[in-house]
């Protein structure tokens, strides 16, 4: 047996457990054994999204710059090595497979309700065993450029990607996750070559197991599947980004029923446990100011300026980048844009309903608890605490310990309406006032 | 888990599963009618009607507020078709007692609201509901239908279900028309609520973690005995004699290729699900391991069947130029399966695929109640066990078969403004 660290994290709430081990070979392995449930669900993911577009690793000298896209492209090529697809492999176990690239990770998943061994076997494989050809990268342009395709299709992915674009002037999260059909015609089997042994490294990486497992099981397969690798100490930057946004609004078209609309604040970034809690206080101070229970919410439904889509939406974050935005459907977006401003301003001089916050952080203990009710979402919980850097379960200690204090204060130091995007998508020819 | 069903009248049953690994409470009404498309509007406009505020908690704010108190519990709705029944799900979901940091009764609550939104709407008079309530999901529906452009794929299957069902129930929008929306008074949707609650076959269903004895009571005291409406839920739609095709054009960057394809000769629930599955279910297809990986010709092509329709909708995201193409390789992959051309391994991965999908049912609330939901739509009542039975028994021969009683039926495209 190799050597681990492992440790039990106990949730303070909800009753749950799970086994965090730091394998030899600089892996993070968290399983939360679960044993009522039928199903397991795995996730292997690694801190390589759209936004690491420049890195170096140890003793190289330059940073290397590849293009727009190669992570999510990556993803679907690691699904083919040599002899077989993994599609072919899982569908000998029948687990139901997939893989995601977000701006900051990729993960390949699986959930089954049976032969759960084998299939993480099959995904502990393939992720560590890349295999391209310049022949299966170019058959693969064809089928990424139809997702690009169906991306600018989707009035709300243009939403949000225009406000992204002038939140940041050259944070590469501005840019699209799948990038663009000319940026993946860059793409070749050596880039891809370079990208996966830069970010596919197990010191880079964790595994999130939920469900009916045996942690002695998959430790079991660990150590006989991982392959050692050393830490390469990768470094890599973002270019330098100035505190305020680019551009204040845009506008943009596209066959849609009512204007689509987002105001998206920017926010300073963070990182770990200080993020978690700027988001938290980020969605609670603008959910009391905004939601249902609200008088301006019942004023603008009331005027027709806003319908039943408006509301606060989650934070988005990562590495150098932090927003909350506002968001749904309006005919006349400027008017909500004021109205809102108007509200921010007032509560930061007069505050805000000290019972609707508390209420409100009632609730969204519940959907912390509510969270935990599948394998799949507690897998998922686990990973994304990897990626944030904090420890699972901690969101449950963090809410506890927010007080109205803390949110007031954030909403006047943090939530600026002179550092706040809005971004429109209407109809072609519908006039904008 | 522990599911039990009863009676609570004519034309209403009440299933309790008592499942103490969740950590949550759900309660849901169904409500089912035989589909009466002229009545589209109003039964739409109905669900946010009855759960945006009522008598007790008359606004949309005080509605809200009462939601965060029970820790951010919902109040949900769904409409829809299976078969040529209409359906409307009323949810009220709420943690666990054992979470409430309280010790409040969320259980008792959660079942109070749901029935206070049912039994003591926002009326403003005794026959009509609140004048402005209304107003503002007639406006909120309106929206809705405007807005139904906006994802380009579900708006293209809405629209090819015109062709697709045309002279049928599922040929209507869900949501009804603007036109008819408009027409639609407070007093109107009363008295149709009042006919869905009189007429309506009613299931009530209850997830927790623990039995809920009172709550069969609370609901036999809510609705009254009732004539069980005829439901058609296995409602074959008849094959056109010849395809038609259907082209509708957009500004858009990708086109839209859907083909609906219908099955002519009686043929088993698991025989066309196995045969779509194998088609173009799962990524081990044919659709997806030739038009999608060795054409790559799209992102998505994938099929699946309409439930007591016996129609399979293909759908696909690809470029104009390859529109024709796209099709024409479809066609080929059916016939593939139609002429026994593919491998016993085929089956063998549909079948575990399926099986798996099937035993992963119970580890959601969601996944419990449509489980027992089909069961209850099914003509033979089967469950998981006899259903993986089904499955397994499945041969190469009753693919063949299968597929072979598919015919084309309609082709509907959207495609880009200003090209051929």
């Given at each position: ?12 709430r ?22 009522d ?18 890195f ?14 190669i ?65 299966t ?20 992915w243009?939403?949000f ?16 996750i ?28 964790t ?32 270019p ?26 920017k ?7 200080e ?38 939406d ?44 508390e ?75 | ?5 009863q ?6 049953e ?36 009855l ?20 820790y ?12 040529d ?37 926002n ?49 209507w929008?869900?949501?009804g ?37 009172e ?28 395809p ?17 394809f219908?099955?002519?000769t ?84 549909a ?70």
């Amino acid at each position: 047996m190799k050597q681990r660290n492992q440790e039990i994290i106990t949730s303070p709430r909800g009753g749950q457990s799970c086994l965090h081990v730091t394998h030899e070979t600089g892996l993070d392995i968290y399983i939360m054994e679960m044993p009522d449930y039928h199903s397991a669900y795995a996730l292997f993911g690694t801190k390589y999204g759209s936004v690491n577009t420049m890195f170096r690793l140890d003793g190289e000298k330059d940073f290397a710059q590849v293009p727009e896209g190669i992570a999510h492209f990556l993803e679907h090529k690691l699904f083919e090595n040599e002899d077989t697809g993994a599609f072919e492999q899982y569908a000998e176990t029948g687990a139901i497979a997939n893989a995601y690239t977000s701006f900051d990770r990729t993960a390949y998943l699986f959930m089954c309700s049976e032969n759960f061994n084998p299939s993480l076997e099959i995904l502990l494989n393939f992720v560590q065993h890349p295999y391209f050809t310049q022949e299966t990268v170019d058959k693969e342009q064809g089928i990424i450029a139809q997702e690009i395709r169906m991306n600018e299709d989707e009035p709300g992915w243009k939403l949000f990607f225009n406000s992204l674009k002038c939140m940041y002037h050259r944070h590469p999260v501005r840019i699209g996750i799948a990038g663009t059909v000319e940026s993946i015609q860059e793409i070749n089997a050596d880039l891809l070559y370079r990208c996966y042994h830069t970010f596919y490294n197990l010191h880079n990486m964790t595994l999130s197991v939920a469900g009916n497992v045996k942690a002695e099981e998959i430790l079991e397969i660990c150590d006989r599947l991982l392959v050692p690798c050393e830490d390469h100490h990768l470094e890599e930057v973002y270019p330098e980004e100035p505190y305020e946004v680019s551009q204040h609004e845009v506008l943009d078209t596209a066959p849609v029923g009512v204007p689509l609309f987002s105001l998206d604040f920017k926010l300073r970034p963070r990182s770990g446990e200080e993020l978690l809690k700027a988001e938290l206080l980020s969605e609670l101070a603008l959910d009391t100011l905004f939601s249902a229970s609200t008088e301006i919410y019942r004023k603008m439904l009331e005027e027709n300026l806003i319908n039943f889509g408006f509301g606060v939406d989650s934070p988005f974050s990562g590495s150098g980048y932090f927003s909350v935005g506002i968001g749904g459907e309006s005919r006349n977006p400027r008017e909500v844009r004021n109205r809102i401003f108007q509200v921010i301003q007032n509560a930061k001089i007069n505050g805000f309903d000290k019972q609707a916050f508390e209420r409100l952080k009632k609730s969204k203990y519940g959907s912390m608890i509510r969270s935990m009710n599948s394998v799949e979402a507690n897998a998922s919980m686990m990973l994304d605490c990897y990626m944030c850097g904090i420890r699972p379960f901690v969101p449950v200690s963090v809410l506890a310990g927010i007080t109205y204090e803390d949110a007031l204060q954030f909403l006047r130091d943090e939530i600026n309406p002179e550092n706040a995007v809005l971004s429109v998508v209407h109809a072609p020819g519908e006039e904008i006032l | 888990m522990k599911e039990t069903s009863q009676s609570l009248g004519q034309g209403i049953e009440f299933v309790s599963i008592v499942e103490p690994k969740f950590k949550t409470t759900n309660i849901s009404v169904a409500f089912l009618l035989p589909g009466q498309p002229e009545q589209f509007a109003q039964w739409a406009l109905m669900p946010n009607l009855l759960l945006n505020s009522c008598q007790k908690y008359p606004s949309i704010a005080a509605m809200s507020d009462r939601m965060q108190e029970l820790y951010g519990a919902y109040l949900d709705n769904a409409i829809g078709l299976i078969g040529d029944t209409w359906q409307m799900r009323l949810v009220v979901n709420t943690i666990d007692d054992a979470y409430a940091l309280e010790g409040e009764a969320l259980r008792k609550e959660a079942a109070s609201l749901l029935l206070e939104c049912i039994l003591h709407p926002n009326l403003e008079t005794d026959r009509a509901f609140a004048e402005q309530a209304f107003r503002t999901e007639q406006k909120e529906l309106l929206d809705v239908i405007e807005n139904e452009i906006n994802n380009k794929r579900s708006y293209a299957l809405k629209q090819a279900r015109k062709t697709v069902f045309r002279g049928e129930t599922g040929a209507w929008p869900m949501y009804g028309t603007k036109e008819e929306v408009l027409a639609l008074t407070p007093e109107l949707v009363y008295q149709t609520y009042q006919y869905i609650l009189q007429n309506a076959q009613i299931i009530i269903y209850y997830i927790g973690t623990q039995e809920a004895p009172e709550l069969p009571e609370l609901f036999r005291n809510a609705f009254a005995d009732r004539t069980v409406p005829a439901l058609r839920i296995q409602s074959p739609s008849p094959c056109k004699a010849e395809p038609e095709t259907v082209t509708e054009t957009m500004d858009v960057s990708q086109c839209q290729l859907i083909m609906a394809f219908k099955a002519e000769t009686e043929t088993s629930q698991e025989a066309l699900r196995m045969c779509s599955m194998m088609f173009g279910g799962a990524p081990f297809s044919l659709l997806f391991s030739n038009v999608r990986e060795k054409m790559s010709l799209c992102y998505y092509c994938s099929s699946n069947m309409s439930y007591g329709k016996n129609t399979m909708f293909v759908t696909s995201g690809v470029s104009q130029e390859n529109l024709e193409k796209t099709r024409s390789a479809v066609l080929e992959q059916l016939s593939i399966l139609q002429k026994g051309e593919f491998d016993e391994k085929l089956l063998a991965d549909a079948k575990r695929y399926l099986v798996n999908a099937l035993k992963l049912t119970g580890d959601t609330p969601s996944s419990c109640i449509s489980e027992a939901f089909e069961r209850f739509i099914r003509p033979d009542h089967a469950g998981i066990e006899e259903r993986i039975r089904l499955y397994e028994s499945l041969t190469k021969e009753d693919i063949i078969r299968t597929a072979r009683a598919f015919r084309l039926d309609t082709v509907w495209m959207l495609t880009q403004k200003g090209e051929a």
